[in-house]
């Protein structure tokens, strides 16, 4: 909680949808995140299926499906894990 406060992203619960991505948003401005980020719905659908909590890494193939799934983070995080699935990913796919 003490690095949220101290990256100003300490945030109320978002009460409808449009609370939620303006809070993303600020988020991914505050903490300068380079990569895309979507929003999950108010239900945590997306959450509830990939179990990301607290946090994992997932890599996933161009057809959707799950190649790579961390442990849970951030000590569960090992990015030669990620790496070398990511290197199997990229030579299977430039073979096809």
């Given amino acids: 909680m003490q690095s949220n406060?101290?990256?100003k992203v300490l945030f109320r619960s978002p009460r409808?949808?449009?609370e939620r991505v303006s809070v993303a948003g600020a988020c991914v401005r505050r903490l300068k995140?380079?990569?895309p980020a979507l929003v999950d719905g108010l239900d945590d659908r997306v959450?509830?299926?990939y179990t990301g909590?607290?946090?994992r890494m997932y890599l996933i193939?161009?057809?959707g499906r799950i190649t790579f799934k961390s442990k849970a983070g951030p000590f569960?995080?090992?990015p030669?894990?990620?790496a070398a699935a990511l290197q199997k990913l990229t030579s299977t796919t430039s073979q096809h």
Avoid: K, S
């Fill in 76 to 78: 569960g995080f090992h």
């Fill in 33 to 35: 995140i380079q990569f």
């Fill in 61 to 63: 193939d161009r057809g």
């Fill in 53 to 55: 909590w607290p946090d």
């Fill in 80 to 82: 030669e894990e990620l």
């Fill in 5 to 7: 406060v101290r990256d």
């Fill in 47 to 49: 959450e509830a299926a």
């Fill in 16 to 18: 409808d949808m449009d």
